[in-house]
């Protein structure tokens, strides 16, 4: 399948999202780079309470809309935007905290 300029097959095992940042560039530092900033976006999602969490990656990552999250939860939209932008900001001072210090949480990131 091709979406957004890069490959995936239905046959490739979890790590999607790193080979298509693999093959994105040459360059092994940049590769680094953005492997560590994934890690850290990874981990400051999941540091968040589950509900944020939730929503931000529903709103974000799978591309739903906020009355969709809300008819979804049985709660009012204004409800979803808040929960939303609370858990953004609590990633931010996450990324502001550990962005200079690479993720313990996930496999991958030990090598880092």
Excluded: W
């Excluded at 097959?9 to 994934?38: C, F, K, Y």
């Excluded at 001072?93 to 210090?101: E, M």
């Amino acid at each position: 399948m091709y979406r957004n300029k890069a490959h995936y097959s239905l046959d490739v095992d979890d790590g999607i999202e790193m080979s298509a940042v693999i093959h994105s560039t040459d360059n092994p530092e940049t590769i680094i780079e953005i492997m560590e900033r994934h890690c850290i976006l990874c981990c400051s999602l999941n540091s968040l309470p589950e509900i944020q969490g939730r929503r931000i990656e529903a709103y974000y990552l799978l591309g739903k809309s906020k009355k969709e999250i809300a008819v979804a939860e049985d709660v009012s939209v204004s409800s979803v935007n808040e929960s939303i932008k609370r858990g953004l900001e609590s990633m931010k001072k996450y990324f502001k905290k550990f962005s200079k210090q690479p993720c313990k949480m996930h496999d991958f990131c030990q090598g880092i």
